[in-house]
C-alpha cells in the first residue's frame, strides 16, 4: 500500500491531443483501398460518385459498376492531376502524396506540376463527418472528458481517467489509438503532455500512427529547439515579428524577458508569449458539442413598434447580427440559414428563415438576410423581443474547401467538374 502521502498528491494533469492522420484522404482510402500507398490529393471538386460509376458503365461495360464496386474501380480509371487548370486546393494529401513537396491549402494547378501522377479526389464532407463521429464516440467510451476541435482533431483530459497516468498516458493513449484503428481502420497520432499547448505540440512529433509523451521536465529538450511557429497561436505574421527581434525558436523566445516582450508586443501578447514558452497553459478541456445554430436576442425594456419606432429597433437588430457575426467568427463557423425570432405583446412567438447559397459569417450580410425575413414577418403588434439566429453551420475551414470545390462561374474549366 502506497504511504498515505502518495495518496492524497493531486494527480498530475495530463492532457492529450488526438490527430487524426491526413484524415480527408485516409476516409478516401477506405473507400478506395486500391490506391493504398499512392499519391492521393483531396480537393477541387463536389463528390459525385455516381458520374465516376456513369462513366465507368459506360466505357466499360463489360460488368455492370455499382456502389459495391468501388474497390475494383481500375487504378487508370482515376483522374489525376496532370494538366489540371482550375482554381481548386489541396484540403488533404496522401503521405505518399506529401513526399513530392505536396501539402494542404496548396493551389492544385501548383501540385500538378509537383506530382502529375497524384489521384485526385473531390471532397465529400458527409463521409469525412460519419468518420468523425464515430472515432469521437469511441474515445468519449473510453475517456469521457474529449474536447472537439473539428472534424479530426480533440483534446482529451487523461487526468483521471483509470490508467490516464501509466508510463505518463502512453497506456491509455495506445488503447484509444487501438480502438479508433480496429473500430474504422483509420490511424491518428497522439501527444500527452501536462497541458493543451503542449500536447499540440507533441501529436505532431511522431506521425503518422505515433505517440509522443512530453513531461514537465522535457521543456528544454523537446520544446525549446522548436521553431516559433510550433506554438499553436503564433500564426506566419506573429512569426515575422519574432524573428526580425532575432528570435527563431522557442527556447530564444523563453530566453527574453517577459516586461521586454510585453513592450515589443503588447501586454496581452507579451504576457502570453512569455508563457507559452516556458510551456505553461491552464485552459481546461472543454467538453461542449458542435453547434447546430448560433443566435442572439433581446427583450426590449418597453415593447416596441416597428413603425414607430423604426429607428430604435434598426439599431437593436444591426447589434443583433454584429453579435451573432462575432459569436461565429469566434468560434469559427459559418452558416447559411438566417432567420429572426420575434415575440409580441401579446407573447405570440413568430420565426422567419432563409437559407442563402453561400456560406456567411459578418454581419453586414447577416443584416440583409435577416432584413429580408423580417419583411416577410407580420408587423402590427408591439414587439416585446427580437432575435437573429444563423443556422446550417459548417466550420470555416470546412466551408473553404467546400467553396473552392465550387466550379467558377466565369467558366474557367475546372477538371474534376468534367471528371465527376
Ligand atoms: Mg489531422
Redesign the pocket.
Known amino acids: 500500500m502506497p504511504p498515505l502521502s502518495d495518496r492524497s498528491a493531486p494527480p498530475l494533469r495530463r492532457i492529450a491531443h488526438l490527430?487524426?492522420?491526413?484524415?480527408y484522404a485516409s476516409v478516401e482510402l477506405l473507400r478506395y483501398p486500391q490506391l493504398k500507398g499512392l499519391p492521393v490529393v483531396i480537393g477541387g471538386g463536389r463528390r459525385r460518385e455516381d458520374d465516376l460509376l456513369g462513366r465507368l458503365n459506360r466505357e466499360r461495360p463489360e460488368r455492370e459498376w455499382t456502389a459495391q464496386d468501388l474497390h475494383r474501380i481500375p487504378l487508370d480509371f482515376f483522374p489525376v492531376l496532370s494538366g489540371y487548370t482550375g482554381r481548386g486546393v489541396i484540403t488533404t494529401a496522401t503521405y505518399a502524396a506529401r513526399q513530392f513537396g505536396v501539402g494542404s491549402a496548396m493551389g492544385l494547378m501548383k501540385a500538378a506540376k509537383l506530382c502529375p501522377q497524384a489521384i485526385l479526389l473531390p471532397v465529400d464532407f458527409d463521409q469525412y463527418r460519419h468518420y468523425s463521429r464515430r472515432f469521437k464516440a469511441l474515445i468519449t467510451e473510453i475517456a469521457p472528458l474529449m474536447e472537439d476541435r473539428g472534424v479530426?482533431?480533440v483534446y482529451i483530459d487523461f487526468t483521471d481517467v483509470p490508467g490516464g497516468q501509466r508510463e505518463g498516458g502512453r497506456v491509455l493513449a495506445r488503447l484509444i489509438q487501438k480502438s479508433i484503428f480496429d473500430d474504422t481502420g483509420l490511424t491518428c497520432s497522439v501527444g500527452v503532455a501536462p497541458n493543451k499547448l503542449l500536447a499540440k505540440m507533441a501529436s505532431e512529433f511522431n506521425k503518422p500512427n505515433g505517440i509522443s509523451i512530453v513531461r514537465e521536465d522535457d521543456l528544454e529538450s523537446l520544446i525549446w529547439p522548436l521553431a516559433c511557429r510550433k506554438i499553436n497561436g503564433i500564426g506566419p505574421k506573429a512569426d515575422a515579428r519574432l524573428k526580425s527581434q532575432g528570435i527563431e525558436t522557442i527556447g530564444q523566445l523563453a530566453a527574453r524577458d517577459e516586461q521586454w516582450l510585453m513592450d515589443a508586443f503588447g501586454e496581452r501578447t507579451g504576457a502570453w508569449l512569455h508563457a507559452a514558452s516556458h510551456g505553461r497553459d491552464n485552459r481546461p478541456v472543454v467538453t461542449e458539442s458542435e453547434p447546430v445554430s448560433m443566435s442572439r436576442e433581446t427583450t426590449f425594456d418597453r415593447d416596441l413598434h416597428a413603425v414607430r419606432d423604426k429607428a430604435e429597433l434598426g439599431a437593436v437588430f444591426t447589434k443583433l447580427c454584429e453579435q451573432v457575426a462575432a459569436d461565429l467568427q469566434r468560434k469559427g463557423y459559418v452558416g447559411k440559414t438566417i432567420g429572426i425570432k420575434l415575440r409580441f405583446d401579446d407573447f405570440q412567438i413568430v420565426t422567419r428563415d432563409q437559407t442563402i447559397d453561400h456560406y456567411i459569417a459578418d454581419a453586414s450580410a447577416i443584416r440583409k438576410a435577416a432584413g429580408l425575413c423580417l419583411k416577410r414577418a407580420p408587423l402590427q403588434k408591439r414587439l416585446r423581443l427580437l432575435g437573429v439566429r444563423v443556422g446550417t453551420l459548417l466550420t470555416a475551414e470546412e466551408a473553404k474547401a467546400t467553396a473552392h470545390a465550387t466550379p467558377d462561374p466565369a467558366g474557367e474549366t475546372d477538371l474534376t467538374g468534367q471528371l465527376f
Open positions: 490527430d487524426m492522420d491526413a484524415f479530426d482533431e
